[in-house]
């Protein structure tokens, strides 16, 4: 079935570091890919997708590319702030039949910036 | 304001004790789902449903019910909880059209709830 991997955090940087957190995913198909964020006690919120192969993602200084050949949509950010500690999830969509799509999540990972 | 609300937040019950967890969904969106979170397992889906009188299982369904009487509620039950129930869960709404993949599924702040 399909499935998505991601880096085991938690990650700790310090403010203005660069951040790289890896994603890879199995599926068939051609799914579309997502990066949501959840900050401490709130719901997920979108943060990026790309809908096929070379697309780019982007929003609030992050970025994630869609790579096909080698299965991945790592995320990442030039100068990261305080502000962007939290869980960050990429997951991946299929259709279901009659329409709609379900997300097939990654395990997580946390991200605590410092000062 | 566009947004999935869920009621209650926090709750803490027994074993056996039936309850219902509410979710609504003020966008007109067809399409609705819960998940459950667990450290270590990301998020997995236990039902979604398409539409109106529309529901079908997802990854992890056991022990759970759900009910699609109106577009905008989507409620989740669980008849007789049982500490493996355990877990935060998050209610999510989406547009929906067949083949599309690249809709936003707009999720509610959480419930979190302890069976003990």
């Known amino acids: 079935g399909d499935s998505v991997t991601q880096m085991e955090g938690p990650v700790t940087l310090s403010e203005e570091a660069f951040l790289t957190i890896n994603c890879t995913y199995t599926a068939t198909g051609y799914p579309s890919l997502f990066w949501y964020v959840q900050y401490p006690g709130e719901g997920l919120q979108l943060l990026l997708k790309?809908?096929?192969?070379?697309d780019k993602g982007s929003n609030k200084g992050f970025e994630a590319t869609y790579r096909k050949e080698t299965t991945s949509f790592h995320l990442e950010k030039g100068s990261v702030q305080v502000s962007d500690s939290a869980v960050y999830f990429c997951a991946l969509s299929k259709g279901v039949t009659g329409g709609g799509n379900k997300l097939t999540f990654g395990t997580g990972t946390q991200l605590k910036v410092e000062l | 304001e566009a947004q999935v609300t869920q009621n209650p937040r926090y709750l803490i019950t027994v074993t056996g004790k039936k309850l219902t967890v509410t979710c609504s969904q003020n966008m007109n969106h067809e399409y609705m789902s819960w998940y459950r979170q667990d450290p270590g397992l990301g998020l997995r889906q236990i039902y979604y449903?398409?539409?109106?009188?529309?529901?079908d299982k997802g990854d992890v369904p056991e022990g759970y019910k759900v009910s699609r009487k109106e577009k905008r509620n989507f409620p989740l039950i669980l008849e007789s909880p049982s500490p493996n129930q355990t877990s935060l869960y998050f209610c999510a709404s989406s547009p929906s059209q067949t083949g599309v993949t690249s809709y936003e599924q707009y999720f509610g702040p959480g419930t979190r709830l302890t069976v003990t």
């Open positions: 790309a809908t096929k192969a070379d």
């Open positions: 449903s398409m539409n109106v009188e529309v529901t």
